[in-house]
Every structure is written in C-alpha cells, then in structure tokens.
C-alpha cells in the first residue's frame, strides 16, 4: 500500500508541488469545490499520478476529520500540502479568518495526530504578511498559543478591530508559523526525522 500524499486546495501551486514529490504516493486531493479538485485530479491521473479528490471545507473541523479519515482508506498519511485560502477579493472578513486561519490550525492540529514517522508537510501563504508593521509581542503570543477552537474569539480577530486587509493575513503567517513549529515538534516526539526544512526555505510563506 502506498503512502498518502494529502493535497488541499485544488490549485496550480499545490498541483505542481504534489507532481514534484508525488510520483510513488497515493494523492488525495481535497477542495470544497469538487469540480475544480476533478480537474486537477484529472490531469494528474493524465500525467500517470495515482490520485483521488474529495469534498474538504476547511472552515470545519469535523469536515477536515472526515478528508483524513477517509485518506486514511487508502494508506498511512505520509505528507502534506496545503495551498487552501481565499483572499480580500474572494470572501469576507469573516470568512478569510475561518477559513485561513482558523482552517490551516485546526488541519495542521489533525494530521500532525495521524502523519506517520518521517512526515513532511508544507504550507503556502502569502508575501502580503510581509508587508505590514509587526503586530507586537502580545498579540504573537495570543495568536501562537491561543486553542485553535477558542482562536476566533481573539479582540483583535473582530471585525471591528480589523482596519486593514493584511491584517488578516499577517495573523495566519504568525499562527501557521506557530503551528507548523508545534507540528515538527509533535512529529519529532515520535520518532520521525523530518525534512520540512528544506521545503520550507523554497516553499513557505
């Protein structure tokens, strides 16, 4: 049985890292549009890839469970990639902060339980965190150690409190910085070697 390649949000970015490092693995991509997670799937599955797609909506916790569980069919779960997000022009507040905040903690939270030994994983963000004054040590600290589920209810997560767009997304590059720390060093507590770190440097944020 091969290992699962999980690959979230049907995109060309995550399409053309999974054709990278996916040739031996059992992709299983996951979207909450299914017509766009068929069309990549279909063109994977052209190119020779082992690849199926699922329904994910990454605004919902037990929606995610349900993804990796089902993942979990077909083989242990070996690697992850994750290029879900909507965008200012795509959604609202709210919805952004649901979906790319709250959404890329609770799933690096779910399969670092269920990733196998010398797991690898990869998030994509945005350049746009970047570009913005530092929020401040406090407000790093709430959004680093802050319960994914209780994350939402930060003050400075309120629509009243956001006055600018990037701040949105500067608060899911220090959250998804903070977590995928926490998600090498849960995998590194069992046993695994993990080799993020390159991908890291060319890949994330």
Do not use: W
Not at 176 to 195: G, P, R
């Amino acid at each position: 049985m091969k290992d699962v390649l999980l690959l979230v949000g049907a995109g060309q970015i995550g399409m053309a890292i999974a054709r990278r490092i996916g040739f031996d693995k059992k992709i299983i991509i996951g979207d909450k549009n299914l017509v766009n997670a068929k069309k990549i799937a279909d063109i994977m599955y052209n190119a020779g890839f082992d690849v199926n797609y699922l329904e994910v909506d990454l605004a919902d916790r037990i929606s995610i469970k349900n993804y990796i569980q089902e993942a979990q069919k077909y083989g242990q779960i070996g690697m992850l990639i994750n290029v879900a997000g909507v965008s200012p022009s795509q959604a609202s507040i709210e919805t952004i902060l649901k979906v790319d905040l709250y959404g890329t903690a609770v799933l690096l939270e779910e399969v670092g339980k269920v990733i196998k030994p010398y797991g690898t994983g990869v998030t994509i963000s945005s350049q746009s965190g970047h570009r913005m004054e530092a929020l401040g040590s406090e407000i790093d600290e709430q959004l680093a150690t802050t319960d994914c589920e209780n994350l939402l209810s930060l003050p400075v997560l309120q629509v009243e409190n956001i006055k600018d767009n990037l701040l949105q997304v500067n608060a899911k590059k220090i959250r998804t910085v903070s977590l995928k720390i926490q998600f090498l060093l849960l995998i590194t507590l069992s046993n695994s070697f993990i080799e993020l770190y390159g991908l890291a440097q060319r890949f994330f944020l």
